[in-house]
Structure formats: C-alpha cells, structure tokens
C-alpha cells in the first residue's frame, strides 16, 4: 500500500466519522462515529510515522486510544443517566435547551 | 540510557497531583459531608499557586522538550489556579447542598485543572490535546454533576459530543502536521518552518492549521463553533459555569497563544485574517444573542462568548504588546466571571432555578453589600472605569490599533456599548425592581471569601493594571526569545 | 510500490463491490425460499428464544463494562514498557510502579465508592 492511499482512507474515514455525528440522531451512534474519527486519526498517525521513520507517531497512537477510551466511558455514563432521567437516547429528546 | 527529566519542570502540576490523591483517599473514607475534602482542595491549590509564584522567572524545558515551564505557563497557572480556588471556596457549601457524597466534584475540579497546567506548558502537540482532554473529560460529569436535573444532563451531552468533534478535529490537524514534517514538537515545527520556504502554498499543511484552528475555537467557544455554550454553562451548577467561563477559557486560549506565537508567526498563512474576522463575529453575535436572554446564566454564557472574542482581538494585532493584553484579559475575566458566578451560586436554589432576571429584582433591599459587589462586576465586564474589564479592553483596543487593525478596534468599542444594556439591565432589576419574597438565608462564609477575592482582583487590575501588565509582557517574552 | 495507479484500486473496489451485490442479489432471486414460523425465528443456539432481544440491561452491567473498558486500556501502555524494560532497569520499574500506583489509587476510590457492588 502507498502512503498517499492510506492519507486518503484516513481522511474518507474521517468524513464518514463526520457525517455520522451529523446526520444520525441516536446517541450511541453518535458515539461510534466520533470513535470512527479518531482512529482515522490513528491511521494517519501510524502510516505517518511508517513513512516519516520516527516512532512518534506510534506512540501518540497509544495516547489516542486512551483519549477515546476514557472519552467513551464518560460518554456511555452519562448516557446511561440520560437514559434514566429522559428515557430516550435520541439527540432530539434533549431540547429543554433553546437560544 | 540517558533521561530528560527535571521535576521541578512540573512542581506545580505535583503538587495538585499529590492532592488529587489526598482528597480522593479523604473522599473515599469519609462520611457523607464532604467539605473537609474542599479544605484539602484549597489548602493543595494553595501551595500549588504558592509554588508557582516561587518559580517565577525559571525557564526550564524538560521531559523530552514535552512541557517547559516558564513565565508564560506560570501566569497562566496562578489564573486558573486562583479561578479554582474561587470556584472551591464558593461550592464549599454548594456541593454539600446539591449532591450527598459529593466529593467528586473537588477531584474533577483538580484534575481538570492538573489538566489544564498541562495544557498551557506544553511544548508538544501531543501534550496539548492530552492536557485538553484531561481538562474537557473532567468538566463533562462537573456539568453534569447535579445528576437529577435534566437541564444539567442535557447540557453535559451536548457539551461532550460538541467537546469530541472538536478534539477529533485537534487531533487529525496534528496529525495531517505530523504528517507533512514529522514531528509535533512546537520549536522544531518552528524551525522547520522559518527555513523551508517551500512549505507556505503547501495544501496539506494548511489543512493542519486550519483543523487544529477549528479544534480550538470549538474549545473556546468562538462563533460559529459556539453551539454547545449556552446550552452547557446554563445547564451546568453555577459554581462550575463560573469556572468554566474563567479557567476553561484561560487555559485553551493559553494553548492557541503559544501555537500562535512559536509556531504561526514564521508560517505564512492568514491566520491574522480569519482570527479578525472569528473575532468581529463572535463580539457581534455574542454581544447581540445576550440581549435577549431572560436567565442571567445563559446571558452571562453569550457575554462569554463576546468575551473571548475580545481576547482574539489582541491575538489578531499580533505584537508581544497584543498577546500580553490579552493575557490580561484572560485574567482580568476570571476574576469578574468567578465572582460574579459566586453571587449567583447564593441565589441558585437546589431545583436548578433561581438565575432568571426577575430573581434579581429587589435584590439591592435585602443584600445591599453584595448587590453592590455584583454591579461592579456587571460593569468590569461592560468595561466601565476604574475596573479590571475596562483596563483589560483598553489594552486589546489600544494593541489593535497600534498595528493598524482600526475598524477591528471600533467594531469593538460599538460592541461593548451595546453589551453595557444587559449588564445594567441586572443592576436596574436589583436597585430600582420590587422583589417577589425571597426567603433570605444569609450569606455562607465561603461564597463570602470567594466574592471579595474576586473583588479585590478586579479592583487591583482595575486601579494598579501596570504591575500585572509587566507580568503579561514578561511572560510573552519568555515564549518569544 | 509508488506507481501504484489509483485506476486499477478503483477497477478493482469496483470488482469487489459489483461480485458481492451480484452474489446476494442472485441468491435472492433465485435461491428457495421457505418461511415457516421456525426459520424466520432468530436462532439462539438452538434453544427456543426467550422475549424481545432489545430489551434494556440493568444499569450494573454498564458499571462494570466502564469499569473494565478504563482498566483494559491501561494496559495498553504496558506493552511498550514490557518491550524495553531490560534496558531501563530499575528506573522502569520505578516509573511502571509510579503508574500502577496511580491506576491503583484510582481503583481503591471506584472501590470505595461502590461501583462493584452488583446489588
């Protein structure tokens, strides 16, 4: 595989990511699309590091995963509070918030 | 195997560390109320802001030329810092209130400021979005803290999801960076800069400083990235709005001074100019939207979005002059901001109301000393002498206009009159409305303290500004040399 | 390696893309079809499905998947450690007992505050 097509997986990944955070209305999906942009970042990172020769890149992918992992844990607990007090996980369900 | 590491690099950061242990071992043990572990909070912010102003004038790169500490990081860590000892004083009773078994709340409070030391003295691009998210992950649940009100839930999601995207943004444009020069280090990424000529039409690397310009405006709440603010800060315990207004604030535009000075200035994009025109929008639609709020947390959350556009005014003008104004302002701010949220935490009641206008009305009968302290707060943040708010503005404008930014500086100007109409829109409902009943409970000491702190920080920036601006230009210089 | 031609990649996802839409739309116009009760009943090893699946888990079991989510991804930063740790000698494991430390403290809190008690 060429570098330049990995760029480009990552930042079609990365606007996949984007346009799930846009369009889907559940909550969880949400989530997984945002995780979806961050490994795109991932994957930029470790071709990058591949191509440049430093370790670098490989290391701040570590770095990333932690950020999403402790990111989805937050995400998922306050979800599962939403849940109970709201009873739905749809983004239009949280409008009590206007202008 | 040969180490970099210099401790006393990241005293500071220990210090609220080792105290983010000790109160979490206390919260952990502990019976249900919770304010012994607000006592170990500040007497750890404390000794952390003391270490600090010891430090003052070392300059020491450390740890692999990840995090350096120096006057800039330092000034920086004393503003958050006093912003979080405001913000723990204020909630000392707060949180016993709210929340039985609270003490999370003092331990997210440190982390996120450990969070946001780290964000400020990174040298790396790494250590900036690990400091960032330290800092935004701990604010998250602080927003939501008062778990049953739905408002606060709301707020927090929307808060986190927005606080995602942006970091997702942070972090491709450091990688698409990384990409281009192979390293993240600012200094190195500098120097790469100043000597390949080559780099300035390269696309990939606008596209870099274009997202990580994104990932930061989200975090600072400039328009159009605005959309999670009113939203989080109305939903969110009074207490923390104040400190997310203030250190939040401080600490991201902190991140974007330093990319902006070691970095961006020997790349040739125009970043001055999308700076100047984020900036005009966000004091414009801020300015605007706060008029028409009727609840003064969520008017207070548009006039923070005006405010950082003030700030951006002095990174536009671009001279070390500038980037120490608005240094200033970021100080000048939290110390109005956290004040004035501490009189809005008194008159928050535990449902979650209580921060309309209407609820100020009359106000000026029953508290005359502290309806007092909040109209000088209104007006610092309207900017009228003699206070913080208008010496903080005074040095933006005049920076702007020094380096030619002219229209930039009156639209301001134009702006911040218009602002003065909500402001004193709260100190009419608390002087000259009649008030619906309230029931008076007196004043708890610790939102006492942490009001005339507050006050006594406005006063002093407002009367004596030339002594602090020294600081700011020392700590600017420490960057540039 | 570098001549790689972004033509034959698109050829080729073409390939792809058109072999496994032609395979399921084949199938399902010309294969048998059959629905009785049993085959449209999801399978569950065989055993007589019980209720809806999408009903919702007690919020414990989140807890604990939080729980082991944050823990599991700690150990990420081990593997690197583990690779070199030899030659860092005793400063490693210094620095590695400094990080467990704070893991640990972390865990003792979570502990403390109940979020492994399952009732």
């Known amino acids: 595989m060429s570098y330049q097509l990995l760029v480009i997986l990552s930042f079609v990944l990365f606007v996949i990511g984007m346009i799930g955070v846009a369009m889907r209305r559940n909550i969880i999906i949400v989530l997984i699309s945002l995780e979806l942009m961050l490994n795109a970042v991932n994957i930029l990172f470790v071709s990058a590091s591949k191509y440049m020769h430093t370790l670098d890149g490989q290391m701040f992918v570590i770095m990333v995963i932690t950020i999403a992992a402790a990111e989805t844990a937050i995400a998922l607990a306050l979800v599962v509070k939403v849940f109970k007090t709201v009873g739905m996980v749809k983004i239009d369900d949280l409008k009590k918030l206007k202008w | 195997m040969h180490f970099d590491l210099n401790y006393s690099a990241i005293l500071p950061q220990i210090i609220i560390g080792v105290t983010l242990f000790i109160s979490a071992t206390i919260d952990a043990f502990s019976s249900a109320r919770k304010w012994p572990v607000g006592i170990i909070t500040l007497f750890g912010i404390g000794a952390g802001i003391s270490s600090a102003v010891y430090l003052w004038g070392s300059n020491i790169v450390s740890f692999s030329q990840m995090v350096s500490l120096d006057e800039f990081s330092l000034l920086l860590f004393i503003t958050v810092m006093i912003a979080g000892f405001i913000t723990v004083l204020v909630s000392l009773k707060y949180v016993d209130d709210m929340e039985p078994d609270g003490g999370h709340f003092y331990l997210l409070l440190l982390s996120s400021l450990l969070g946001m030391m780290f964000l400020v003295s990174a040298t790396n691009l790494i250590v900036i979005v690990l400091g960032l998210e330290l800092m935004s992950l701990s604010i998250y649940p602080l927003v939501g803290f008062t778990r ?34 192979g390293t993240t280090n600012l200094y190195t990424i500098a120097r790469i800069l100043s000597t390949a000529q080559h780099m300035t039409g390269n696309l990939v690397m606008m596209a870099g400083v274009a997202f990580i310009l994104i990932g930061f405006s989200f975090k600072v ?46 790349f040739h994009v125009p970043v001055a100019e999308a700076l100047w025109w984020l900036s005009a929008v966000t004091m414009f639609t801020g300015n605007i939207i706060a008029v028409m709020q009727k609840n ?31 240094v200033f302002y970021l100080l000048s701010y939290t110390f109005t901001i956290t004040g004035s949220f501490a009189i809005i935490t ?3 009641k535990n449902d979650g109301t209580g921060s309309e206008l209407s609820d100020f009305s009359g106000l000026a009968k ?14 610092s943040l309207a900017g009228i002498p003699p206070t913080a708010g208008f010496m903080a503005k005074l040095y933006v404008f005049s920076a702007a206009i020094k380096s030619g930014y002219i229209g930039l500086a009156i639209f301001g100007i134009l702006t911040s009159v218009i602002s003065l109409y909500y402001y004193l829109r709260i100190v009419y409902a608390m002087y000259f409305e009649e008030s619906e009943g309230r029931t008076d409970t007196p004043v708890p000491a610790g939102i006492a303290a942490g009001v005339f702190i507050a006050l006594w ?24 040399h | 390696m570098q001549n790689y031609n972004l033509i034959n990649i698109a050829i080729y996802a073409v390939i792809i893309i058109g072999f496994a839409v032609i395979t399921v739309l084949l199938s399902a116009l010309v294969g048998p079809k059959a629905k009785s009760n049993e085959k449209l009943s999801p399978y569950e090893c065989g055993v007589e499905p019980v209720g809806n699946a999408r009903f919702s888990f007690p919020v414990k079991y989140y807890v604990i998947a939080l729980m082991f989510l944050i823990f599991d991804v700690e150990v990420v930063f081990m593997y690197p450690w583990a690779i070199i740790v030899r030659a860092l000698g005793a400063f490693g494991m210094y620095e590695m007992g400094v990080f467990i430390f704070i893991v640990l403290v972390g865990f003792v809190y979570a502990w403390k505050k109940g979020a492994f008690e399952w009732e």
């Open chain 2, 457 to 480: 920080g406005v006063i002093q920036l407002g009367i004596l500004p030339s002594d602090i601006m020294n600081f700011a230009m020392q700590s600017i210089q420490s960057l540039i």
């Open chain 2, 296 to 326: 003064v947390k969520r008017m207070l959350a548009y006039s923070s979005i005006a405010h950082a556009g003030y700030v951006v005014v002095g990174l536009v003008s671009g001279t070390a002059f500038g980037m120490s104004s608005a």
């Open chain 2, 366 to 379: 029953e508290h005359p000393i502290l309806s007092l302290i909040m109209a000088v707060f209104m007006l």
């Open chain 2, 148 to 181: 049953d009100r739905q408002i606060s839930l709301e707020g927090a999601m929307k808060y986190l999801i927005l606080g995602a995207i942006a970091t997702a943004f942070l972090l491709y444009g450091i990688a698409l960076i990384y990409s281009v020069l």
């Open chain 2, 221 to 266: 709440a400039l328009v159009p990235f605005h959309a999670w603010t009113p939203d989080a800060y109305q939903g969110a315990p009074a207490p923390i709005t104040g400190f997310m207004a203030a250190a939040v604030k401080a600490a991201s535009f902190g991140a974007i001074i330093k990319v902006v000075i070691i970095v961006l200035q020997s």
């Open chain 2, 346 to 348: 008194y008159l928050e």
